[in-house]
C-alpha cells in the first residue's frame, strides 16, 4: 500500500504564510511527480503546482509569487510554502504522487486525504 499524508493547513490571517507537508509512505519504487491541488466549496479542483523527480516546476497562474513547491527525494516529500495568502486561497489542498510500485506496474496516481486552509480575518 501506498500513502500520501498531508500536513500543514490551518486558519491564517489574509497576507499570512503557511507550508503545507506531504509525506509518501508504503512499499514503492520510484516517485515521479509530486504536485498539490485544491478544491474550493462549489468549485472543481484545480492544480496548484507540481514538481518532477528531475526540478521541473509548474505553477497556476493564480499563485505565481506567491507559493514555492520544493520536495525531498531522500524524505518522499513534498512541500508547498504559500505566502501572501489571500481569502481566494481557502480551500482543501490535497497531495498528488505519481508512483511506480515496482518495475513490473504501471505509474499509478495516489492522492492524500487533504488539509484545510482558510485566509480569513
Known amino acids: 500500500q501506498v500513502q500520501l499524508v498531508e500536513s500543514g493547513g490551518g486558519l491564517v490571517q489574509p497576507g499570512g504564510s503557511l507550508r503545507l507537508s506531504c509525506a509518501a509512505s508504503?512499499?514503492?519504487?520510484?516517485?515521479?511527480?509530486m504536485g498539490w491541488y485544491r478544491q474550493a466549496p462549489g468549485k472543481q479542483r484545480e492544480l496548484v503546482a507540481t514538481?518532477?523527480?528531475?526540478?521541473?516546476?509548474n505553477y497556476a497562474d493564480s499563485v505565481k509569487g506567491r507559493f514555492t513547491i520544493s520536495r525531498d527525494n531522500a524524505k518522499n516529500t513534498v512541500y508547498l510554502q504559500m505566502n501572501s495568502l489571500k481569502s481566494e486561497d481557502t480551500a482543501v489542498y490535497y497531495c498528488?504522487?505519481?508512483?511506480?510500485?515496482?518495475?513490473?506496474?504501471?505509474?499509478?496516481?495516489?492522492w492524500g486525504q487533504g488539509t484545510q486552509v482558510t485566509v480569513s480575518s
Open positions: 514538481i518532477t523527480s528531475g526540478g521541473s516546476i
Open positions: 498528488n504522487g505519481e508512483i511506480r510500485r515496482s518495475i513490473l506496474l504501471p505509474n499509478t496516481y495516489y
Open positions: 508504503g512499499s514503492f519504487r520510484t516517485i515521479n511527480a
